[in-house]
């Protein structure tokens, strides 16, 4: 899958596995003692990566392409790729959660986040796109026989790791492939290494060996026999990362790969973005089950999608403008809707997005006056946001009561100087879709409690 705005929190979730629950007053009492910082691509040096900013209409026009290879995954015949088995559940004693911080990746070319791991003996870290639509991770890997894309740290050398094997075509992880990437493994002949292929919505691919190593979270969380790609033709939209950290809801996925030793659930706040070059904020990502102990989290069932069950899905009941529900039917909002940390912008079917779009209108033009549309974005008038005193604020209710009650932070961009556009666009054709984007998760916790199929809200998480 592709990915957005590089997300830098390790963990989510994977499918294959399914740990014993916790009880809620079990949760309550674990602690949460490691945590990765995760940043917007804003934050990495900027005497690196001054020529690699992405424009917005680049990026918006990316963003469509991610959208569109979600659509098509939806349209395609269920039963075309093999189905997730249900898990073995998990038994003994969970480590404590870990948490990572989360970083911009506008500044390494990427509208998405970024986290920063260790991988093999000794470690070596690097700075990885975080995808909650896919599932497999990789990175470019020396001695790149094909290409490899230009990356901020030095490229991986395996033959420097004492820990690092590949796998071979023989082993049950190649098996996976399939259902982790969408495309079939092929076999080293001389080796008989399994090689792999991820491929995504933009054009973008990477092509190695399926290989295995030490995962190192902080120095004293790690993971061994972590399985990941180790990438020799790696060509797209990565930026200056050295590759995609995948968090779907697949076995290979790192969070289904951590989950017998932390739980199967994570949660993560998503800095703000576009606030200064080197912006300093930083969320997190924390992984493990205690992660889920905040009080204030309002939790809506996640919803399977046999179709796309890699994908984190939910039930979207009502939108409000200034408080005001839309005049809708019920039944538009009867489409199946994805959050996810890939898609900047969110999407909503055309005619939900129209009764939105002329209830902020009403309201926003008695103060502003409308301006043209830029790119995918057609809701936008002059000025700043910070100079916009009036803004009415959004609200997204789920199925069981969590919302995102969304501020000028979470809806409002300045494409260009004087130019402010809301961060929502309209969805058409057959099969809508609504897409939650990483916009509007800003600054929110979000919660994944996997083992217990719901997904929580809870506002402040970060800045």
């Keep these: 899958m592709e990915f957005f705005w590089c997300l830098v929190f390790s963990a989510q979730l994977a499918r294959a596995f399914s740990p014993v629950q916790l009880e ?4 309550r009492h674990m602690q ?9 691509v804003n934050n990495i040096d900027s005497s690196q990566t001054s020529t690699s900013l992405l424009s917005f209409s680049d990026m918006f026009v990316k963003d469509e392409e991610r959208v569109r290879a979600i659509h098509s995954r939806l349209t395609d015949k269920v039963g075309t790729r093999s189905r997730h088995s249900s898990a073995t559940s998990h038994g003994g004693g969970r480590s404590k959660p870990v948490s990572l911080p989360v ?7 990427s509208g998405n986040y970024f986290v920063k791991i260790g991988l093999g003996t000794p470690a070596r870290y690097f700075s990885m796109l975080i995808d909650t639509g896919s599932s497999l991770s990789w990175l470019q890997c020396q001695p790149c026989t094909s ?3 230009v990356q901020v740290e030095p490229i991986f050398n395996s033959s420097t790791s004492k820990t690092y094997q590949t796998l071979p075509c023989s082993s049950s992880q190649c098996s996976s492939l399939k259902d982790a990437t969408l495309n079939d493994p092929s076999c080293e002949t001389k080796s008989g290494s399994c090689m792999y292929r991820a491929t995504y919505g933009d054009s973008s691919f990477s092509i190695g060996y399926l290989s295995q190593d030490i995962l190192t979270l902080t120095p004293s969380q790690t993971l061994a026999k972590f399985v990941y790609g180790c990438g020799q033709n790696n060509e797209g939209l990565f930026g200056l990362t050295a590759g995609i950290l995948g968090l779907a809801h697949d076995k290979l996925s790192m969070i289904a790969q951590l989950s017998p030793k932390y739980g199967y659930a994570f949660s993560y706040c998503l800095p703000t973005s576009f606030s200064a070059v080197n912006s300093s904020k930083e969320g997190f990502l924390s992984i493990g089950s205690s992660s889920l102990a905040k009080s204030s989290f309002k939790f809506t069932p996640m919803v399977k999608n046999p179709k796309i069950p890699s994908l984190y899905l939910l039930d979207l009941t009502t939108i409000k403008v200034g408080r005001k529900p839309l005049k809708v039917a019920t039944s538009s909002y009867k489409v199946p809707t994805i959050i996810d940390s890939g898609t900047v912008i969110t999407r909503l079917p055309r005619s ?18 409308q301006a043209p549309g830029v790119s995918i974005l057609d809701t936008c008038f002059h000025g700043s946001v910070k100079s916009m005193l009036t803004v009415p604020g959004i609200q997204m209710i789920f199925r069981g009561g969590a919302d995102l009650t969304l501020n000028a932070h979470n809806t409002l961009l300045e494409i260009q100087r004087g130019i402010t556009c809301l961060t929502i666009a309209g969805h058409d054709g057959q099969n809508a879709i609504s897409i939650i984007g990483n916009f509007q998760q800003q600054t929110f916790t979000v919660a994944y409690d996997v083992s217990n199929s719901k997904i929580g809200f809870a506002p402040g998480g970060c800045q």
């Excluded at 809620?24 to 949760?27: F, G």
């Excluded at 949460?32 to 917007?40: A, E, G």
């Excluded at 970083?103 to 070319?109: E, N, Q, T, Y």
């Design 24 to 27: 809620d007053n079990e949760l």
């Design 32 to 40: 949460v003692d490691v945590q990765l910082s995760l940043y917007h």
């Design 103 to 109: 970083k911009s990746g506008l500044s390494i070319g």
């Design 147 to 149: 290409y490899c894309h």
């Design 352 to 369: 939900l997005y129209e009764a939105l779009r002329k209830a902020f209108v009403k309201i926003m033009s008695k103060k502003y006056k």
